[in-house]
């Protein structure tokens, strides 16, 4: 039974800890950004990101601005691994039955219909009502660094939980962009996407796996995209959905030839030389050959894309879309930041709490063990903390309006700095004998 829960537990552990260390480094890139973009060096700040980069191949030509290839390129690769965790989650997670699936799902549908709801009610600018999609969003990489400052005081299953719903507010933000902030649509490009898309959904479902296959044809995919209109980020969550999550081939069949293998080397005899004969060197690449054969190429994508994109592409993202200047910041539009961070601190949390509450009231959804619901609204707050897909949303809704942007980037940050330090009191306070109260005893 440890065995069994320590295996359940180990990679939880690994993915909060990727995301705790994401987390301060996406902080710590906002914060540079801040700094750089108000100092004397802001030009360079400027010119940087706008700095065009691009290839001609005969009359083909692609060129854009480092900031757009950063938004609309490296954040495909972000959306991808999003895919990847939703399709894993499905089939093997907190989501893959109705049960387990219910909690997350109603606190994830009320993290973005309450905060909406309350943007909207607040907002009488017409020109700003495309902000409504800002508020909706978690980021899953500030919410569980700020759970792991609490260190043991947090039990794993609030972090499974958080993990779990922040996964289905992802996923409801996803469908918000494809629907609602893509406009001019080229529907001839996604017919044609949908050629190769199909072919690798075939080969996904047959349990075939080819990774050049699956590279280039994403990278064509993805090119249909950008062109068609419909934000190229979507096409990384189509791609992911694809990707096998085991192979069509006789794992016992394929272990035991690895076996096998080993047996051979260990039985060669001992040489002094630290150069492999040509033999050793075969049977090594024998072994590497039929490990990648019987690995999952969903769980062998997520764990080698995760690092990257935790440590790497949402802190470029942060360092490139959070410089906001604060020059003009008497003509920002105040109102549209104030709608904003209320919607994020005390939206997100009345969403949560409330649905997750009548969902458990209901008998529609089942409790987390340990976890009280003291422990449910602590993270209700830390579900305020928007910033990178608040921030992807707020590009995409006033594109053409750059004062705008920056009132809204100002309203994420506050609100986002807010509901993170309210959440995080909450379940500082939180004692050890607190843990065991039930959320069916809370009246």
Known sequence: MRNKLNNLVRPITKFVQVESFGGILLFSAAVIA????????????????????????????????????INDGLMVIFFFVIGLEIKREILLGELNSLKKASLPIFAALGGVFIPIGIFLALNTNPETH?????????????????LQLLGNRVPISLKIFLTAFAIVDDLV?????????????????????????????????KGFYYKYVFLFLGIVIWFLFLKSGIHPTIAGIL??????????????????????????????????????????ISLIGSIQKLSGRVQSPLQHLEHKFHGWVAYFIMPIFALSNAGIVFNDIAHLDW???????????????????????????LGIAAFPGNV?????????????????????????????????QDAAKVGIFIGSTVAGLIGYFILKSIKPSDDTTPVEDVH
């Open 34 to 69: 801040l700094i750089w973009a108000n100092s004397p060096l802001s030009d360079s700040y400027i010119a940087l990101w706008h700095y065009e980069i691009g290839f001609e191949f005969g009359d083909f030509h692609l060129s854009h601005h480092l900031l757009h290839w």
């Open 130 to 146: 495309a902000g409504w999609g800002i508020p909706m969003a978690t980021d899953i990489a500030f919410s569980l660094a700020i």
């Open 173 to 205: 933000a996803v469908l918000a962009i494809a629907l609602f902030y893509s406009s001019n649509i080229d529907w001839n490009a996604i017919l044609y996407s949908l050629i190769p898309l199909a072919f690798l959904a075939y080969l996904g479902w």
């Open 239 to 280: 791609i992911a959905l694809t990707i096998p999550i085991k192979q069509k081939l006789e794992m016992d069949l394929s272990m035991s030839k690895i076996e096998s293998i080993a047996t051979t080397l260990i039985n060669k005899p001992k040489r002094n030389s630290p150069i492999l004969t040509h033999d050793e």
């Open 335 to 361: 109102a549209l930041s104030s709608h904003i961070s209320v919607a994020l601190i005390f939206g997100k949390c009345i969403g949560v709490v409330s649905f997750s509450y009548l969902a458990v009231k």
């Open 372 to 404: 009280s619901f003291k422990h449910i609204l602590g993270v209700g707050f830390l579900a305020g903390v928007g910033f990178t897909m608040s921030i992807f949303v707020s590009n995409l809704a006033f594109k053409n309006s750059l004062m705008y």
